[in-house]
Each structure stands twice: as structure tokens, then as C-alpha cells.
């Protein structure tokens, strides 16, 4: 079975500076899929951002960006120039690319960010 | 565009009560999948359809929980009898199709309280 971790439950940024979340996971595939979305108050989760482990380059969406390390199973989320507007729960999620129709998401805990003015 | 649907959004139920859930994926989207958040956690897949047949319900406690997806496109998802450990947030996602490359979207959720 996979595991996502995220160590850290809460974090805080000023606005306009820059912000890393992290999150490791636990698995024996060797493909699948990463992904970061974002929760706000009102509680509609978003994709942020995905990441296929079988490419090397990390993604890049706007102001957010990853750091894909796929032999220490890490997968940390930038966020450049904080915006008021990224105040939310970050969730790092795996799944696996069962090449059937099995396509769940695995969540770790979440990082609740706060972006302070 | 429309997006996931859900009703209702709150729910306040006493333990051992039945309660049920609903939710209108997006037009088109052939997969659709119901989580369960409890406080403090990450959302955990509960069931998923592939048009309207199950997927994947491994971790749906089958003993009280049941949905469906007749037609392939709505779902409904009960809980009888309802648990106190089963206070959560109910999430709705659904993708085009099954696959890694589909984003998963998500619904409002359903806050369920049981007393």
C-alpha cells in the first residue's frame, strides 16, 4: 500500500515571498502519478499542480513549481510571490498508474498555509 | 461549465439514523468517486464508478455504507445506520476518464454530524 506524508501540519509566509511544502511517499511502483491540490475555506479542492514520475523535469504551473525527487521519494511544492489567495489546506496526493481503471488518489494529512499581508 | 454538484452540504444526524448523499458529476465524465474526510485528514477514497459499474470499493464499510450510480450518471451514497465515527466530510470527484493524465474534480462536499 502507498503513503503519503506531509511533516509539516501548519505554515506561515509572508505575502509576496516564497514558500515550500513538503511530502514524501511510500512506494514499490514505478509509475504513478503526484499530485498537489489546494483546499480553501470553503473547502472545494483544486488541482495545483501534477507530476509523472517517469519525466525527470519537474513541472511548473505560474507561481508554483515542484521539486521531484523520485529516488528519495520527495515531492515538495514552491510557491513563489505568496498571494493572500493561497491561504488553504495544501494536499500531496500519489496515484498509481494501474493501467486499468483504478485511478484513486492516496492523501497525506495537509499543511494548512496562511499567507500573512 | 458546470461543476460537481453535491447535496445536501450539511447534514446533522442522530447516531444510528440513516442519511444519504447525492451528487451530479460533471456533463461527460464517465468516472466518479466519493471520499471521506475526516477532520484533520486527508480525503480517503470510499467507492469508484466506472460509468455505473464499481471500480474499486475496498475500503467502504459495507456493513452500512452502499452507493450507486444508476444510469451511469448521478450517485447516491447512504450510510444505515449511521456511526458517531462517521462525522466527515463526503467529497464528490469526477474525471472524463480513468486515468492519471484526467484531473479529478471535486465537489463542495457534504459535512455529515453525527450525534
Known amino acids: 500500500a502507498q503513503t503519503v506524508t506531509q511533516s509539516q501540519p501548519e505554515m506561515s509566509v509572508q505575502e509576496a515571498e516564497t514558500v515550500t511544502l513538503s511530502c514524501t511517499y511510500d512506494t514499490s511502483e514505478n509509475n504513478y502519478y503526484l499530485f498537489w491540490y489546494k483546499q480553501p475555506p470553503s473547502r472545494q479542492m483544486i488541482l495545483v499542480i501534477r507530476?509523472?514520475?517517469?519525466?525527470?523535469q519537474n513541472a511548473t504551473e505560474n507561481r508554483f513549481s515542484v521539486n521531484f525527487q523520485k529516488a528519495a521519494k520527495s515531492f515538495s511544492l514552491k510557491i513563489s510571490d505568496s498571494q493572500l489567495g493561497d491561504t488553504a489546506m495544501y494536499f500531496c496526493a500519489f496515484m498509481r498508474d494501474s493501467g486499468g481503471s483504478n485511478y484513486k488518489l492516496t492523501f497525506g494529512k495537509g499543511t494548512l498555509l496562511t499567507v500573512n499581508p | 461549465e458546470a461543476g460537481v454538484a453535491q447535496s445536501p452540504r450539511y447534514k446533522i444526524i442522530e447516531k444510528r439514523q440513516s442519511v444519504a448523499f447525492w451528487c451530479n458529476p460533471i456533463?461527460?465524465?464517465?468516472?466518479l468517486y466519493w471520499y471521506q474526510q475526516i477532520l484533520g485528514q486527508g480525503p480517503k477514497l470510499l467507492i469508484q464508478?466506472?460509468?455505473?459499474?464499481?471500480?474499486?470499493d475496498s475500503q467502504l464499510p459495507k456493513d452500512r455504507f452502499s452507493a450507486e450510480r444508476l444510469k451511469g450518471v448521478d450517485s447516491t451514497l447512504k450510510i444505515q445506520p449511521a456511526k458517531l465515527e462517521d462525522s466527515a466530510v463526503y467529497l464528490c470527484?469526477?474525471?472524463?476518464?480513468?486515468?492519471?493524465?484526467?484531473?479529478?474534480?471535486f465537489g463542495p462536499g457534504t459535512r455529515l454530524t453525527v450525534l
Open positions: 456533463s461527460g465524465h464517465a468516472t
Open positions: 470527484a469526477s474525471s472524463l476518464e480513468a486515468s492519471g493524465s484526467a484531473e479529478q474534480f
Open positions: 464508478f466506472q460509468n455505473n459499474g464499481v471500480v474499486d
Open positions: 507530476q509523472e514520475a517517469y519525466k525527470q
